[in-house]
């Protein structure tokens, strides 16, 4: 599969030429520099073919950021990948290249790869008359854009269908793997939890590949990436989510659309992943995120990370596995797991439990069969004592949401005490029961 990669400065529309290309709005776009720090990938279908468009982080010559660490980091990790991509578009902004662009054009030209220079923000054909200085730098295709207004895209798609068609132009690339061309997903899994709980590291380990940045710096992560590898001869595509900390300390607006990537990748999920720090545990924005989780319905499985750090810590252990039967009772009966994201440890066997979980919930019940669940969820005590009837019960979509429905209005313990008998019942304890109760007044 050809592997593109878009590369340039800092906010010269990088992002929204990749979201344009791949005609979603994936990668954040926001204008000040920096907001891309890891390496955004995304696999389409144009025309005969398939590719996959990589959105890098932002090149700056590394002596201007002495004081911004991470986007070092993030560049300087970035660079070492280019030689796995067959093409490399270096977009470009039409008011000129600065002194470290015009440097990185001369590296770029003696590069073994084919590189197309992009000239962004050209609205107009008189722009584009303006600007053949950009003709000079002696690239081999050359191509004037709008990536926000779409001027232009579907002859730059064009270009690139034609350039790989042949497939003379493509070269083994190592990380690329056929087997991963993805069809559909036996497994989509989230990644949540709070900022620098060690998500990106579990990213990369349970992938294999170093796509997420880490750092201990928290909010190191600000777009959702994926990626897809295989697990047991089943494909498993995962999500690494930017830190969700509470609203009132989310100030910026990059941040903000972040926190609502991170719940857009939750609900196209079928299990969810949530990594806690084994210091903080349960802590209010855990269990916040719990709600969260339970509300959407989704599966979840708890990771308490960094085995290594109390690995023979009996007392640490039992402490949390304290807090943890006390959610289980606050919520359901959702797995846990004692994890290392650096070292991958017990990940099999929570990647073996995600599997069981969306097992749980992919049948579809008959109506007889729930017709007999309502008959033995009507002869409980509590409701013959509050005189609530049950009517008759229905399946919803997800496959764990239920609609029963009553002669009367019940109270909040009542309903919690029929999701649980449900969920015993139809041996779906492991995950949460969505249940609505409507009252039906006629007979």
Not at 282 to 307: M, R
Not at 320 to 341: D, H, L, R, Y
Request: overall charge positive.
């Amino acid at each position: 599969m050809p592997a593109i990669a878009i590369i340039g400065r800092q906010n010269v529309g990088k992002s929204s030429l990749f979201n344009s290309l791949i005609g979603a709005r994936k990668a954040i776009v926001y204008n000040r520099p920096g907001v891309t720090r890891d390496l955004i990938e995304e696999k389409v279908s144009w025309g005969e073919g398939k590719w996959t468009l990589t959105d890098f982080p932002g090149f700056e010559n590394i002596r201007e950021l002495r004081e911004d660490t991470l986007t070092q980091t993030a560049i300087q990790a970035a660079q070492k990948q280019l030689d796995k991509f067959h093409l490399l578009l270096f977009i470009v902004s039409r008011e000129g290249l600065t002194p470290f662009e015009a440097d990185l054009a001369q590296k770029l030209r003696r590069h073994k790869k084919p590189v197309w220079l992009v000239v962004n923000f050209i609205d107009d054909p008189q722009l584009e008359a303006d600007a053949t200085d950009f003709y000079e730098l002696g690239f081999a295709e050359t191509f004037f854009v709008s990536a926000l207004n779409r001027r232009n895209i579907d002859a730059l798609k064009e270009k690139i269908q034609n350039h790989f068609r042949s497939g003379k132009n493509l070269d083994p690339v190592p990380t690329v793997n056929a087997d991963n061309i993805i069809v559909k997903a036996d497994l989509r899994l989230a990644i949540l939890g709070k900022p620098n709980a060690g998500k990106s590291t579990l990213f990369n380990t349970l992938t294999g590949k170093e796509r997420a940045l880490t750092s201990p710096i928290a909010g190191t992560t600000r777009d959702s990436i994926n990626e897809t590898f295989l697990f047991q001869g089943k494909r498993v595509e995962v999500v690494d989510t930017a830190g969700l900390r509470r609203q009132r300390n989310v100030v910026e607006d990059v941040e903000s659309i972040s926190v609502k990537r991170a719940k857009e990748a939750l609900e196209a999920a079928d299990v969810c992943f949530l990594v806690m720090d084994y210091l903080e545990n349960l802590d209010k924005q855990n269990k916040t995120l719990f709600a969260l989780i339970a509300a959407a319905g989704k599966p979840l499985i708890a990771l308490v990370n960094k085995l290594d750090a109390f690995r023979d810590d009996k007392e640490t252990k039992a402490k949390i596995a304290t807090e943890m039967a006390k959610a289980q009772k606050a919520f359901w009966n959702f797995p846990w797991f004692f994890v290392s994201a650096q070292t991958g440890e017990n990940s099999t066997k929570a990647l073996e439990k995600a599997f069981a979980l969306k097992n749980q919930i992919i049948e579809k019940i008959s109506t007889p069969k729930l017709n007999t669940i309502l008959k033995e969820l009507s002869r409980s005590h509590l409701l013959q004592n509050q005189n609530i009837r049950l009517k008759y019960i229905t399946q919803g979509t997800p496959l764990n949401r239920f609609i029963l429905f009553a002669n009367k209005p019940v109270t909040a313990p009542v309903r919690r005490h029929l999701a649980s008998s449900l969920a015993k019942k139809l041996e779906m304890t492991d995950v949460p029961i969505l249940l609505q109760v409507r009252t039906q007044l006629r007979p």
